[in-house]
T-cell receptor
Framework: EPEVTQTPSHQVTQMGQEVILRCVPISNHLYFYWYRQILGQKVEFLVSFYNNEISEKSEIFDDQFSVERPDGSNFTLKIRSTKLEDSAMYFCASSDILVRNEQFFGPGTRLTVL | AQSVTQPDIHITVSEGASLELRCNYS??????LFWYVQSPGQGLQLLLK??????LVQGIKGFEAEFKRSQSSFNLRKPSVHWSDAAEYFC????????????FGTGTRLTIIP
């Protein structure tokens, strides 16, 4: 069964450093998403991406965040200058063109900012 | 704005007992509704979804959920739980107007006792 994969599973970084979280969506999916879950809190939407453009972003997704599909398979989330409050689990998801809301999630990357 | 409320933060049930997890949503039109399960250290797995039609939907692992428009609810049920059902359960709502983001509830942690 096809699945969304994410690397790394855990990333530790120093405050102010840049991090790139990587995702490989399901191969025939065209819509991609990032969500985050701060420890003990709800899963929150960050951004959706389609046709090489951001289609929607939340207020959390400020200028420190960016997304990119650098090739035909990867989808990345970059945080330019990490803050302590960026520590969270980051989930990538993808969906196909017919059922955009049926999103399939990856296992997540736990980001720890020290 | 769409929102989801899961009133129960933590539920404990005995193995073999029945289960009902509550979910209430707020949305201006017919919503898309989802239940996801998250095992410790794992990603979000889709249990079931409601888009339209029959208000009682069946999902994986023996779960079902019933959409009740009059009560704005989408409660998850299972007639007999197994120890492996211990996990965090998230209800989510999405729209059918091209707004792709999912809005999640705060989750219900399910503990199973022998």
């Amino acid at each position: 069964e096809p699945e969304v994969t994410q690397t790394p599973s855990h990333q530790v970084t120093q405050m102010g450093q840049e991090v790139i979280l990587r995702c490989v969506p399901i191969s025939n999916h065209l819509y991609f998403y990032w969500y985050r879950q701060i420890l003990g809190q709800k899963v929150e939407f960050l951004v959706s991406f389609y046709n090489n453009e951001i289609s929607e972003k939340s207020e959390i997704f400020d200028d420190q965040f960016s997304v990119e599909r650098p090739d035909g398979s990867n989808f990345t989330l970059k945080i330019r200058s990490t803050k302590l409050e960026d520590s969270a689990m980051y989930f990538c998801a993808s969906s196909d063109i017919l059922v955009r809301n049926e999103q399939f999630f990856g296992p997540g990357t736990r980001l720890t900012v020290l | 704005a769409q929102s989801v409320t899961q009133p129960d933060i933590h539920i404990t049930v005995s193995e073999g007992a029945s289960l009902e997890l509550r979910c209430n949503y707020s949305y201006g039109a017919t919503p898309y509704l989802f239940w996801y399960v998250q095992s410790p250290g794992q990603g979000l797995q889709l249990l079931l979804k409601y888009f339209s039609g029959d208000t009682l939907v069946q999902g994986i692992k023996g779960f079902e959920a019933e959409f009740k428009r009059s009560q704005s609810s989408f409660n998850l049920r299972k007639p007999s739980v197994h120890w492996s059902d211990a996990a965090e359960y998230f209800c989510a709502v999405g729209s059918n107007f091209g707004n792709e983001k999912l809005t999640f509830g705060t989750g219900t942690r399910l503990t199973i006792i022998p």
